[in-house]
């Protein structure tokens, strides 16, 4: 599976990196949102895992974007920002089009779980055997 991870924090891209190569998973990273979609137009990943809370473009809009361009498009968003101003960042990008949600800190095993989760989706509404 191709993952396309983006984070403005070099720590978590390469945390996430880690934990999706060592599972088999292609993966490409992006340090904000408008690298992070010219990524999602070159590569065509089977899956964005992206960051809330980022310089130049945030991830609400690097979302939006991306089911914009390609609504079957699989999108897990990441947050360690909690609630901001009243707004739980995660909720919202749940309702703005992220498939599922992960709050910093994640855990290996809660991550890779999601991923497949959404892999298996991914290749049942394709009519591929998972």
């Keep these: 599976m191709k993952i396309l991870v983006i984070d403005d924090d070099y720590l978590v891209r390469y945390t996430l990196a880690r934990i999706l190569r060592s599972n088999r998973h292609e ?4 340090g904000d949102g408008h690298h992070g979609m010219a990524l999602f137009r070159e590569q065509r990943p ?68 999601r991923v497949r989760r959404l892999n298996s989706l991914s290749t049942q509404d394709s009519g591929v055997a998972a």
Excluded at 68 to 83: H, L, N, Q, T, V
């Design 27 to 30: 993966v490409v990273t992006a």
């Design 46 to 113: 089977d899956l964005v895992i992206t960051d809330i809370i980022m310089p130049e473009q945030e991830g609400i809009e690097t979302i939006r974007r991306i089911r914009g361009e390609c609504p079957d498009a699989k999108i897990i968003a990441i947050s360690g920002g909690g609630r901001i101003c009243d707004l739980d960042v995660l909720a919202m990008a749940r309702k703005l089009g992220a498939d599922d949600v992960i709050a910093k800190p994640f855990d290996a095993e809660g991550l890779l779980g």
